[in-house]
């Protein structure tokens, strides 16, 4: 069973407080579903601006927070309920910057016999998710199944997963589409991916904000939901949705709100200023925050959070041209009696 598209909602969150505190607020504006083949895809990464230095910074300070963010956890939650609507039990999985992405208990909840490979950005991540894996001599916990893998994302990883799962991290990748072809050449025919981000209406108000002070965008361009449904058709996948859904995070103070976010990651936007802010900087800004008080007095910031899913098809052979196929595909054909169908 394939899920239907969810509608999006408004979650509102008092910061201090836990996932249990969340109210929603139902909406039905943000589902997409994709069926013609993509026009634009191929060009959005390189219209995007994007500072690979900065963002490898960000990564660096967040593997060193004692956990992931609150907010990745939380959107991880999320996803797991839409994963309990597919019947698919996946033998194999590979959790995408696994560490970050604050999911592996629900992975492990929801599928807990299957292979996971955890895959890291880097060294520092990979160690913190070997640590987390790894199983002392005496726990039963685990046994009679493989440990789980942990691999960097530059590694030459084995495909024929049926599940890829990436959570909260394809907004700090350089050229998303290519990393949805990576994944696609991953799955094994009929599996999945899953995946979610920042939109752009991520932290709005806080751009509008700068925008009234006349400073830079405190934030890089993220991309909207329509534009992943495309990438995902030019990779090759089938049936992709997506869909997106409204977080208001609420602070009692502006210095709360400034802590959290520092939290959430940094600016990585390409020409952001360089160096340490001055003092009548910060005085300004808190002052400017205050703007941002709602009815009940708190500051309130959105996060728009985009998701999406897509299936592997069997490959499409066409007659008047020679076509590859993957062992490992040309195998699960077999399995599952299919042939592919031509054009």
């Given at each position: 069973m394939r899920p239907s598209p969810q509608p999006s909602q408004t979650a509102q969150r008092l910061a201090g407080a836990n996932a249990g505190d969340l109210s929603f607020q139902p909406r039905s504006d943000?589902?997409?579903?994709?069926?013609?083949?993509?026009?634009?895809?191929?060009s959005l990464a390189a219209a995007r601006p994007f500072d690979d230095v900065a963002t490898e910074a960000a990564l660096r300070r967040l593997a060193r927070q004692p956990s992931p963010p609150w907010l990745h956890g939380e959107v991880a939650r999320r996803m797991g309920e839409r994963l309990e609507l597919i019947r698919m039990k996946p033998e194999r999985?590979?959790?995408?910057?696994?560490?970050?992405?604050?999911?592996?208990?629900v992975l492990e909840r929801i599928y807990p016999k299957a292979q996971r490979v955890?895959?890291?950005?880097?060294p520092v991540l990979r160690a913190r998710s070997a640590a987390s894996v790894a199983r002392p001599w005496w726990s039963t916990r685990g046994w009679g199944r493989a440990a789980p893998e942990?691999?960097?994302?530059?590694?030459?990883?084995?495909?024929?997963?049926?599940?890829?799962?990436?959570?909260?991290?394809?907004?700090?990748?350089?050229?998303?589409?290519?990393?949805?072809?990576?994944?696609?050449r991953l799955l094994a025919i009929d599996g999945f991916v899953m995946f979610s981000c920042l939109g752009p209406g991520t932290l709005k108000e806080l751009r509008d904000l700068y925008r009234r002070l006349g400073r830079p965008a405190p934030t890089p361009d993220f991309i909207d939901m329509h534009d992943l449904?495309?990438?995902?058709?030019?990779?090759?996948?089938?049936?992709?949705?997506?869909?997106?859904?409204?977080?208001?995070?609420?602070?009692?103070?502006?210095?709360a709100l400034l802590r959290e976010l520092r939290v959430l990651g940094r600016n990585t936007?390409?020409?952001?200023?360089?160096?340490?802010?001055?003092?009548?900087?910060?005085?300004?800004?808190?002052?400017?925050?205050?703007?941002?008080?709602?009815?009940?007095?708190?500051?309130?910031?959105?996060?728009?959070i985009a998701y999406g899913h897509a299936f592997k098809a069997a490959p499409r052979l066409r007659a008047d041209r020679p076509t590859t196929v993957s062992l490992d595909d040309m195998r699960a054909l077999v399995r599952s009696g299919k042939r592919s169908p031509s054009s």
């Open positions: 943000g589902t997409a579903q994709y069926t013609a083949p993509s026009m634009a895809a191929p999985l590979i959790d995408w910057w696994s560490h970050l992405g604050a999911g592996s208990d955890l895959v890291e950005p880097g942990v691999v960097l994302d530059t590694d030459d990883l084995r495909g024929g997963a049926q599940l890829v799962w990436a959570n909260m991290m394809l907004h700090a990748v350089a050229d998303p589409p290519a990393l949805f072809e990576r994944w696609e449904g495309d990438m995902m058709v030019a990779a090759g996948f089938a049936d992709p949705v997506t869909d997106q859904e409204t977080l208001s995070l609420r602070w009692k103070d502006p210095e936007r390409p020409g952001r200023p360089g160096g340490l802010h001055s003092r009548h900087w910060r005085v300004e800004l808190i002052e400017a925050l205050e703007s941002l008080r709602g009815d009940d007095g708190s500051l309130g910031l959105s996060f728009e």
